[in-house]
């Protein structure tokens, strides 16, 4: 069965540090999102991604965050400069066309921890 | 603001029911979805309500009211690998999920 897949599982930086987390949707999917989770807590939008474009954004996603498909199927993150506060459980999904908004299958996600 | 209120825990036995509360207040409602976390995993999808009613599959049931912003998920036969946490989520907008803050269902023999 088909599944999103993520790298690197676990990803440990200085703070200040630019890190890429990345991820390969399933591969007729449309929509991509990115997730973050801190630990024991609740999953909170970050992002999500159509048709080459961020479609829509929270908050947290301010100007450290950017998105990127650079080929026809990675889908990465970048924060800039990395704060301590961004230690979390980072998920990256994504649906088809049809359900898009229903039912989004999740990649087994990337802990960012921020020394 | 927006928020989703669930249990932070529910304990039930194998082979039993349980049913696990959602109530939201949100700016903008499309719909209601449920998903499901082993400890250390990532979220899986249950179930997605966008009208009033009941949506079964197979051993798991949500339902929705809009009128009263409450939804809930319900677990028959019971079974230990079941216990997980389960997150209620709001379909906000277009593209949003607001997520609430998960039920731990901690299942017993």
């Known amino acids: 069965e088909p599944e999103v897949t993520q790298t690197p599982s676990h990803q440990v930086t200085q703070m200040g540090q630019e890190v890429i987390l990345r991820c390969v949707p399933i591969?007729?999917?449309?929509?991509f999102y990115w997730y973050r989770q801190i630990l024991g807590q609740k999953v909170e939008f970050l992002v999500s991604?159509?048709?080459?474009?961020?479609?829509?954004k929270s908050e947290i996603f301010d100007d450290q965050f950017s998105v990127e498909r650079p080929d026809g199927s990675n889908f990465t993150l970048k924060i800039r400069s990395t704060k301590l506060e961004d230690s979390a459980m980072y998920f990256c999904?994504?649906?088809?066309?049809?359900?898009?908004?229903?039912?989004?299958?999740f990649g087994p996600g990337t802990r960012l921890t921020v020394l | 603001g927006q928020s989703l209120e669930q249990p932070s825990e529910v304990t039930a036995v194998e082979g039993a029911i349980v049913q696990i509360n959602c109530t939201y207040q949100?700016?903008?409602?499309?719909?209601l979805s449920w998903y499901q976390q082993h400890d250390g995993g990532a979220p899986t999808f249950l179930s997605y309500n966008g009208l009033d009613g009941l949506e079964e599959t197979g051993r798991f049931s949500s339902f929705l009211s809009r009128s009263d912003s409450y939804g809930y998920l319900l677990l028959q036969e019971l079974q230990m690998k079941d216990s997980a946490s389960y997150f209620c989520a709001v379909r906000y907008s277009n593209y949003q999920l607001i997520w609430g803050a998960g039920t731990k269902l901690i299942i017993k023999p």
């Open positions: 999904a994504s649906t088809t066309g049809d359900r898009a908004y229903n039912e989004q299958f």
């Open positions: 949100t700016s903008g409602f499309y719909g």
């Open positions: 991604f159509y048709n080459n474009e961020i479609s829509e």
């Open positions: 591969s007729n999917h449309l929509y």
